[in-house]
């Protein structure tokens, strides 16, 4: 069983920033696959990004590519999103998930955390 906490979220305008956290208590962290996807109002949940085990092999949905950034650290057993150049569009609840199957973790991960919300104004 893997815990997940996401943090970070919040209001910003256009143009801005937020860096996401997500906290994991796997003892094993290292051996997960993590993502984040999203879910806006009325809309599915979607894919944004993900990075495999160890740090350097990331994947990202064309919408957020070259503005949002997946990182890891595996001593703090935290995943990350960094997102800036923000847009309205990129208001969604945001979920961070895991998998210890990488071929698992772009679509149908077995974990999930609660969400934190990201609002940006225009």
């Known amino acids: 069983q893997v815990q997940l906490v996401e943090s970070g979220g919040g209001l910003v305008q256009a143009g801005g920033s937020l860096r996401l956290s997500c906290a994991a208590s796997?003892?094993?962290?290292?051996?997960?696959?993590m993502g984040w996807f999203r879910q806006a109002p009325g809309k599915e949940r979607e894919f944004v990004a993900a990075?495999?085990?160890?740090?350097?092999?990331?994947y990202y949905a064309d919408s957020v590519k070259e503005r949002f950034t997946i990182s890891r650290d595996n001593a703090k057993n935290t995943v990350y999103l960094q997102m800036n150049s923000l847009k309205p569009e990129d208001s969604a609840v945001y979920y961070c998930?895991?998998?210890?199957?990488?071929?698992?973790?772009?679509?149908?991960?077995?974990?999930w955390g609660q969400g934190t919300q990201v609002t940006v104004s225009s």
């Open positions: 998930s895991a998998d210890l199957a990488l071929i698992r973790i772009r679509s149908t991960p077995s974990y």
């Open positions: 990075i495999a085990y160890s740090v350097g092999t990331t």
């Open positions: 796997a003892r094993t962290f290292s051996r997960y696959a």
